[in-house]
């Protein structure tokens, strides 16, 4: 009897040294090493190429806030402005994303098609922290889409059976072509050079329509959880990935998730 | 007697004894039922404590990383460390030129020629000519509807988004109906592309204007269902306001629609 107590003690000292050992790896993989490895990713084609000038940069004034204010104004309009003259070359649909004019718009080749005023957004600290010089290479390309969720169908699609006969056409029901009008505008986009675009309608949704509210929470949650146990089980730090929100009326997030093509190209331009 | 007395002195030791015993008994039942419960309780709340402690380490992993998070730039892209370097005294003056440069490229894009624009979410449109907005109004748009009549015989009814040209402008245009109009109705299809019974004059209104792939923007006669998305995938408009898109666009206008 006394050696089974002696077992039942090493079993819960043991018990509780994995529990506590799976606690310290899931910090350390998931939040220090991911925010002490976190780089924002420049793509290849700006660095070295002379978009940005470096090897003009001939260093020999200082310079006041007011100097230092305008210079990072000045490279963040011609990134964003850089941003959509590759998306010209595009001919579906784009976005254009200002956080500084607080607009978002809807481009085809340099004509903006549809636009509308950004409500509120947040920027990920990532962000914030990093150099502005940085930053506007990293923006002075468009980012593409890589996947997407959605609280609402990208096509509301209403299904009909054909009628056999004229008396069973007539007597058909005729389908409500704005039922999912109520319904919650909400939709993510996760982009390429590690970046998460979250669209939020600024609107409280109705109360007895927040199932696809909870679907898309759910969604999100799922494969976030996923991800890291992927990560987890195969002892690799899983990858901070920076965020916006950005919140729309209702009206607005509908109509820019449904015109954006799948693989959409995103330009973004970030407050000063 | 005293035997009697005896007995009976002797019998109520016992069955104070007996008392005694069953009041230890249930103490030591009482007191290993405490600790089983308790032992259950531990056993329960432990795995639960520990799932609940995953959860909280799930939920709050992304503010976590935001408080944490530190920038380790790369060495091999150079910065605008503003406090600790000097700028180059051209270095402004040449994004100024730089930016005037990409702006004025970019203002070429601008569309100056008449071209149509149909947000079919909001089933609205606006018509641009000379870079001046000249109309908005609704119209109609696809209705999403998927007419399934068995087998591979399946409609979508939606209109194309993307960047569209105007291909071809007609008056009094008469409508060509397809397999689709009959089936919907429940009516037989003509066997022959071309029969009598598949055209219907009037329907389309005054003018249509073709953007392709046998997408029109016409007229309507339900004028109560316009501002709804209602149609096989055209756009409908009202007579003032098609008349005014069909007199400003030409042939090869574009037409925006998302």
Redesign the interface.
């Known amino acids: 009897m006394p050696d089974t107590r002696k077992d039942l003690v090493w079993i819960k000292r043991i018990a509780l040294l994995i529990?506590a050992g799976l606690?310290i790896y899931?910090?350390i993989m998931?939040?220090?090493i991911?925010?002490?490895?976190?780089?924002?990713e420049?793509p290849e084609k700006i660095?070295g190429k002379d978009n940005f000038?470096?090897s003009?940069?001939?260093?020999?004034?200082?310079?006041g806030d007011s100097?230092?204010n305008?210079?990072?104004a000045?490279?963040s309009?011609?990134a964003f402005?850089?941003s959509?003259?590759v998306m010209?070359k595009s001919?579906?649909?784009s976005l254009a994303v200002s956080l500084q004019d607080s607009s978002i718009s809807?481009v085809?080749?340099?004509?903006t098609?549809?636009s509308a005023k950004i409500q509120a957004f947040w920027i990920?600290?990532?962000i914030k922290?990093?150099?502005?010089?940085?930053l506007a290479?990293w923006l002075s390309l468009p980012f593409t889409v890589n996947t997407h969720f959605s609280s609402i169908p990208k096509?509301?699609?209403?299904?009909?059976?054909?009628?056999?006969?004229?008396?069973?056409?007539m007597n058909q029901l005729e389908?409500d072509?704005?039922k999912d009008d109520l319904d919650p505008v909400y939709f993510s986009m996760n982009l390429d050079r590690k970046l998460f675009l979250r669209f939020e309608q600024a609107e409280k949704p109705v109360k007895g329509n927040i199932k696809q509210l909870k679907a898309y929470k759910r969604q999100l949650k799922t494969t976030y959880?996923k991800e890291?146990f992927y990560h987890l089980l195969r002892f690799s730090p899983i990858e901070?990935v920076p965020?916006i929100k950005i919140v729309l009326d209702k009206?607005a997030a509908?109509?820019i998730y449904?015109?954006l093509?799948v693989d959409a190209f995103v330009a973004i331009q970030l407050p000063e | 007697m005293e035997t009697l007395s005896e007995f009976k002195l002797w019998y109520l030791n016992l069955l104070k004894f007996l008392n005694k015993e069953k009041e230890t008994e249930n103490v030591e039942k009482i007191g290993e039922s405490k600790s089983f419960l308790i032992r259950i309780l531990v056993y329960v709340s432990v795995p639960v404590l520990?799932y609940l402690?995953?959860i909280v380490?799930?939920s709050s992993?992304?503010f976590?990383?935001?408080?944490?998070?530190?920038?380790?730039?790369?060495p091999?892209?150079?910065?605008?460390?503003?406090d600790t370097?000097?700028?180059?005294?051209?270095?402004?003056f040449?994004?100024?030129k730089?930016?005037k440069k990409?702006?004025n490229?970019?203002s070429?894009?601008?569309?100056r020629l008449p071209?149509l624009?149909v947000?079919?979410?909001?089933n609205t449109f606006t018509l641009f000519n000379n870079g001046k907005l000249v109309r908005e109004g609704i119209c109609s748009t696809g209705?999403?509807?998927?007419?399934?009549?068995?087998g591979e015989?399946k409609w979508?009814f939606?209109t194309p988004?993307?960047?569209m040209h105007i291909q071809g402008k007609t008056e009094s245009p008469v409508w060509r109906k397809p397999d689709w109009a009959f089936?919907?109705?429940?009516?037989p299809v003509p066997k022959h592309a071309n029969s009598y019974e598949r055209y219907e004059s009037g329907v389309l209104g005054d003018y249509a204007l073709s953007i392709g792939n046998g997408y029109l923007i016409h007229g309507t006669l339900y004028k109560r269902l316009l501002g709804?998305?209602?149609t096989h995938g055209c756009v409908r408009m009202d007579d003032a306001n098609l008349e005014q898109v069909f007199r400003t666009l030409r042939v090869g206008s574009?037409v925006?629609i998302?």
């Open positions: 529990a606690l899931f910090i998931t939040v220090i991911p925010v002490s490895r976190f780089n924002i420049i660095t000038n470096y003009d940069l001939n260093w020999q004034l200082k310079v100097v230092k305008k210079t990072i000045l490279l309009q011609e402005l850089l959509r003259l010209t001919d579906s649909i809807l085809v080749q340099g004509v098609i549809y990920s600290n990532a922290k990093t150099d502005s010089f940085i290479q096509v509301p699609v209403l299904y009909k059976k054909a009628p056999k006969d004229t008396i069973e056409a389908l072509p704005m959880r890291i901070f965020e009206k509908r109509v449904r015109a093509p | 520990f402690l995953w380490m799930f992993l992304p976590m990383q935001e408080t944490f998070i530190k920038i380790n730039q790369s091999n892209y150079p910065t605008l460390a503003f370097n000097p700028i180059p005294s051209d270095f402004l040449n994004v100024e730089r930016l990409l702006n490229i970019y070429k894009f601008s569309n071209f624009i947000n079919t979410s909001d209705s999403f509807v998927l007419l399934d009549a068995g015989k979508m939606e988004k993307g960047m089936i919907e109705e429940g009516l709804m998305p209602v574009k925006y998302f």
